[in-house]
């Protein structure tokens, strides 16, 4: 059974910076593609940034281009995303998933508020 546990959320003021950390276990991490979602409260879940395996392509929401950016290091079995510039509508729960074909292992969410 593959296990993910965030870490890193927490309250910041809008222009902050925050580094939020999923790690995973119970399987071989670097099998497994990454990703960072979010859902506001009202919201539908989003995808934020994804990380292939072997880290070779990224992606992310248009909203958050240019201001985040996702990493991993499998010695640590753990993927990161950066989070520079935060604005308010940034705030959410923010959730790491592992990804394998159509296998998915989601975290419990770490929480993300941006107020002044």
């Known amino acids: 059974q593959v296990q993910v546990v965030e870490s890193g959320g927490g309250s910041v003021q809008p222009g902050g910076s925050l580094r939020l950390s999923c790690t995973s276990s119970?399987?071989?991490?670097?099998?497994?593609?990454m990703g960072w979602y979010r859902q506001a409260p009202g919201k539908q879940r989003e995808l934020v940034a994804h990380i292939t395996s072997g880290a070779k392509l990224t992606n992310y929401a248009d909203s958050v281009k240019g201001r985040f950016t996702i990493s991993r290091d499998d010695r640590k079995n753990t993927v990161y995303l950066q989070m520079n510039s935060l604005r308010a509508e940034d705030t959410a729960v923010y959730y790491c998933?592992?990804?394998?074909?159509?296998?998915?292992?989601w975290g419990q969410g770490t929480q993300v508020t941006v107020s002044s």
């Open positions: 998933v592992a990804l394998r074909g159509s296998l998915a292992y």
């Open positions: 119970g399987s071989i991490f670097s099998n497994y593609a």
